[in-house]
Structure formats: C-alpha cells, structure tokens
C-alpha cells in the first residue's frame, strides 16, 4: 500500500508563501506522477499541479501558473509545492496524490492513492 504523508501547510497572509512537501512511499519512484490537489469548503476537488518524476515534466492549473511550483527529490521520494504569492482563494486542503499521469491530471475524477492533507489558510 503507498503512503503519502503531506506537511508544510499553516495560516499565511496574502502574498505570502509556502511549501508543501509529500513524502511517499512508492518504491520506484520515478515511474508515477505525483500530484497537488485542493479542495476549499463546499467546492470541488481541484487539480493544482502535476510531476512526472521520471523526467521532470510539469502540469499547472491556470489558477496558478507562474505562482506554484512542483518538484521532486528522486533520492527522498518527496514531492514538493512551492506556493508564492498566496491569495485568500487559495485556502484549502492540499493534498498529495500519486498515479498515472492520465489517471491524475486527464481523468475526472481523478483517481490513484491520496494522503490525508494539509491546510493551507490564506488571511486577506
């Protein structure tokens, strides 16, 4: 069974940062994409961003293009989401999901093995 296990989230002002790491136990970890989803009080899951870990090729929803940024330390087995300049309509749970890329980012819902999230609360 994969265990992902999500942390760095918190309580930030508007154009503050953050960093979310994931620490996964997939064994080959260079075979997945590794994924950042959020989901805010009484909406949808969102797809943030996505890794393909083996050659490093990014995804981004355009909600956070040129803000976020996913990557991934192949010896760690971690995944990360550099999160700058935060705004209020970031605020949510965050959480980290591994699978195929068309199983994660071409699929909804999306679908693969999913931590248990971290909360991301951005004050205006």
């Known amino acids: 069974e994969v265990q992902l296990v999500e942390s760095g989230g918190g309580l930030v002002q508007a154009g503050e940062s953050l960093r979310l790491s994931c620490a996964t136990s997939?064994?080959?970890?260079?075979?997945?994409?590794l994924g950042w989803f959020r989901q805010a009080p009484r909406r949808e899951r969102e797809a943030v961003s996505c890794i393909i870990t083996g050659d490093g090729i990014t995804y981004y929803a355009d909600s956070v293009k040129g803000r976020f940024t996913i990557s991934s330390d192949n010896v760690k087995n971690t995944v990360y989401l550099q999160m700058n300049n935060l705004k209020p309509e970031d605020t949510a749970v965050y959480y980290c999901?591994?699978?195929?890329?068309?199983?994660?980012?071409?699929?909804?819902?999306?679908?693969?093995?999913w931590g248990q999230g971290t909360q991301v609360t951005v004050s205006s």
């Open positions: 997939v064994f080959t970890f260079d075979d997945y994409a």
């Open positions: 999901a591994v699978g195929s890329l068309k199983g994660l980012w071409f699929s909804d819902p999306p679908f693969g093995s």
